[in-house]
């Protein structure tokens, strides 16, 4: 694999250069974004000013339903999105739904560089993190497609989880079937009601995760409601552009 150049001094711009032949430079992150049309505001995967650090996206086009569920019939385009920011120069690949876990083991394959399509491939080590009488409760845009074996797949012990639905609340029908208008302020409130309840009825919750990449602009709100640690697509986001684009560290000794 090829990697675009770190510059961390004034020294390092004291040299030759020889790149790839890439049209734009400078991101660590490519995401595959599905073309969906409604409100994304910063928080959300799909909006650029989320991050402190520059991405690529790279549009994928077909139902979100067809993603939701998995089909084998959008496999290929999936893969093939996935090669297009490899070929860019990306150093590694996210993905911006939650359900694009269904791909994960066929886009690492395909590519080289590190692969983290979904939020959900940190459920396992957010279980390791909580005593083993703890659950994490997973706040989904489709429920019934996060079932056991969706779970398992992600390393998850479906005994563990506790799901629940955000994709039937009235005041996320903008995100989930688009719109161009979304009530921002009632959805914060809904989300943050939905999972203080779920924590209240269910007090072994002892952490959130959130499978959407439309959630993580309420994690604050929802942690603010529910006391527990949230964890979302830009935690991971987070945590793979800083092992993708390690700094020295510098300070007293």
Known sequence: MTWQKALRSPGDLDDTFTV??????G???GVIAVDLRYPKLPGNVANATTFAFPVLYERVDF???????GDSAIKGPVVEAARRLE?????????????FAHFQDDVAQAVEVPVFLSSMLQLPLVERSLPARRRVLVLT????SVDDAFISHMGGTPDRCLVCNVGDRESFAAIRWGDTTLDNGRLAADLQSLAARACADHPEVGAILLECSDLPPY????QAATGRAVFDF???INWAHAAMVQTPYYGYF
């Open 141 to 144: 845009a489709d429920a019934a």
């Open 219 to 222: 994690a604050a709100a929802i």
């Open 63 to 69: 139902p979100i339903e067809q993603l939701f569920a």
């Open 27 to 29: 991101f660590a992150i």
């Open 87 to 99: 070929a860019q120069g990306v150093r590694a690949i996210v993905g911006a739904c939650g359900f």
């Open 234 to 236: 830009i935690t991971l």
């Open 20 to 25: 790839p032949a890439h049209y734009a430079s």
